[in-house]
C-alpha cells in the first residue's frame, strides 16, 4: 500500500485527487496547495489532510510518493526536492519550459535513483494503444508514413498562452511523445509553419494557433501533425500510421455510433465538446500504470527521458517555427 501527496490543487489537481481517492491500492494522505484554503477544501473532500507547506509533506517518512500537478514553473524544483528526499514522482508535464532548467531536475532524479512518471496520459488511450501495439507487433511492416491531428475547440485566455511556452511545448508535445511511443522511432529533423488565425492578439504574445510540423524519423519515414487551438466542430484527435504491409488508424473519436434516419435525412453523433470529455479516462489509467510498476519495483512506463526527449523535439519545433528553416533534433539527452 503506497502512500501518496498531492501538490497542487487547481483544476488538474483536482482531477489527480478524485482518482488518488479512488485508487485502490494507495492511500492518499496529504495536499499541498499554494492556496491553503484549495488546499484544505479539497482535502476535505477526499479525506486526505491539508500541508501548510510542501516541506511537510517531504519531510514526512510516511509518505512515499508525490503526484506533482502545480504550476509548470515549480515542478523541476518540486521534482529535485523530491529526489533529496527520495520520493517517487507522478509528474504532470512539462518538467520545465526551459529545457535546462528540465534537464538540472532530471540529473538530480538521476542522482537519487528514485522512479519518476511523466503523465503523457494519451497512451493510455485505448484506440492509440491498439494502433502503438499494431505497430510494435509489425503488423504495418515498416514505418513510412504517419498523421496525426490534435485540434481543440477554443481558443485558451491570451493569459495563458503567454506562459505556456506555445503551442509545440503546450498541445503538440503530447504528440511528439505518442509518435515515438507509437512507432518506436526518434525524430531527426522538424520543419514547422504556422499562423495566428483565430486572435491577432495570439501573435502578439509570439504564439499560434494553427501549424503544420513534418517531421523525418531515423529510418527515413514522413511525419505530418497538424495542430488548431480552435476548430468548429468539437474536439478531434486522429493518428494514422501507414507502412510497407499496411495502414491502422485511430479515428475520430464520436460520442456514440447510433444513426437515425429518416426521409432525406441522417442524423448521426459527433466529437467530444472539448479536450477533457475526450481524455478523462486516460488520467486514472496512467495513474493505476504508475501505482502497478510501484507495487512490483518495475520500471514506470513513460520515465523522466521520455519526457525530456518530448521537450527537446518541442524546442526544435519551436525553433523551427520562428525561423522558418528546417532544424535537426539533437540526439540524446
Not at 485540434?151 to 511528439?176: A, C, E, N
Not at 442524423?267 to 501505482?291: C, H, P, Q
Not at 510498476?293 to 513513460?302: F, G, I, K, Q
Request: with cysteine; aromatic share 6%; proline share 5%.
Amino acid at each position: 500500500m503506497q502512500t501518496f501527496a498531492l501538490l497542487g490543487a487547481g483544476f488538474i489537481g483536482r482531477v489527480h485527487a478524485e482518482n488518488l481517492a479512488a485508487q485502490p491500492h494507495i492511500r492518499f494522505a496529504r495536499i499541498f496547495d499554494v492556496d491553503p484554503a484549495r488546499a484544505g477544501e479539497l482535502a476535505a473532500l477526499h479525506g486526505a489532510e491539508p500541508a501548510a507547506e510542501a516541506d511537510e509533506v517531504f519531510a514526512d517518512p510516511d509518505i512515499d510518493a508525490v503526484l506533482i500537478a502545480s504550476s509548470t514553473n515549480t515542478h523541476a524544483d518540486l521534482l529535485k526536492r523530491a529526489a533529496a528526499a527520495g520520493k517517487a514522482v507522478f509528474c504532470e508535464k512539462p518538467i520545465d519550459l526551459s529545457l535546462e532548467v528540465a534537464r538540472d531536475a532530471a540529473a538530480a532524479v538521476r542522482a537519487a535513483g528514485i522512479p519518476v512518471m511523466m503523465d503523457f496520459n494519451r497512451r493510455y488511450d485505448a484506440a492509440y494503444a491498439a494502433v502503438h501495439d499494431a505497430v510494435q507487433a509489425g503488423e504495418v511492416g515498416q514505418v513510412e508514413l504517419v498523421s496525426m491531428t490534435t485540434r481543440g475547440p477554443s481558443l485558451p485566455p491570451i493569459d495563458y498562452l503567454k506562459v505556456s511556452g506555445g503551442q509545440m511545448r503546450d498541445q503538440t508535445v503530447h504528440f511528439f511523445d505518442l509518435l515515438r511511443w507509437i512507432t518506436g522511432l526518434e525524430p531527426v529533423e522538424v520543419y514547422v509553419a504556422g499562423a495566428a488565425m483565430v486572435d491577432p492578439a495570439v501573435a502578439e504574445v509570439g504564439d499560434v494557433d494553427t501549424s503544420v510540423a513534418v517531421l523525418r524519423l531515423a529510418n527515413g519515414a514522413i511525419v505530418q501533425i497538424d495542430s488548431q487551438r480552435r476548430i468548429g466542430y468539437g474536439y478531434d484527435e486522429r493518428i494514422e500510421v501507414n507502412g510497407s504491409v499496411r495502414m491502422v488508424e485511430a479515428a475520430r473519436h464520436r460520442t456514440g455510433f447510433v444513426n437515425h434516419y429518416g426521409p432525406g435525412e441522417l442524423r448521426t453523433n459527433g466529437l467530444d465538446v472539448g479536450w477533457f470529455e475526450r481524455i478523462r479516462g486516460t488520467y486514472r489509467k496512467s495513474l493505476d500504470a504508475f501505482v502497478d510498476a510501484l507495487e512490483h519495483d518495475s520500471r514506470v512506463p513513460a520515465p523522466l527521458e521520455d519526457g525530456l526527449r518530448a521537450q527537446i523535439i518541442a524546442e526544435a519545433a519551436t525553433e523551427s517555427l520562428h525561423t522558418h528553416r528546417p532544424v535537426a533534433i539533437p540526439e540524446g539527452l
